[in-house]
């Protein structure tokens, strides 16, 4: 059993910066991937971002690409997200989620994580 708690969403000016953490209990933390996902209002939950349970291998939305970095601490059992650049369009509650040594090409889908938090939201205007 994993729970996961987000914190670190706020409001903040277009071109902004906000890092989002992600923080897990269980012993079992370094054998999941984690990934962050973002709703905003009348829209489907869509991925962001992703990381394996180990760090080695990264994913991202092409719209996120190049302005947000993942990473872990495993040490810490914590996943951070750290967003650059923001636009207004990044406006979403975003969620982290947690599932067991999934293959990459499975980090899109949202029916791949078992696990998720109750999200943190991020508001950036114009």
């Known amino acids: 059993q994993v729970q996961l708690v987000e914190s670190g969403g706020g409001l903040v000016q277009a071109g902004g910066s906000l890092r989002l953490s992600c923080a897990a209990s269980g012993p079992t933390f370094s054998s999941y991937a984690i990934s962050w996902f973002r709703q905003a209002p009348g829209e489907e939950r869509e991925f962001v971002a992703a990381?394996?349970?180990?760090?080695?291998?990264?994913l991202y939305a092409d719209s996120v690409q190049g302005r947000f970095t993942i990473s872990r601490d495993n040490g810490k059992n914590t996943v951070y997200l750290q967003m650059n650049s923001l636009k207004p369009e990044d406006t979403a509650v975003y969620y982290c989620?947690?599932?067991?040594?999934?293959?990459?090409?499975?980090?899109?889908?949202?029916?791949?994580?078992?696990?998720w938090g109750q999200g943190t939201q991020v508001t950036v205007s114009s």
């Open positions: 989620a947690a599932a067991y040594k999934p293959s990459p090409t499975n980090y899109r889908i949202k029916r791949t994580y078992d696990y």
């Open positions: 990381i394996s349970w180990r760090g080695g291998i990264t």
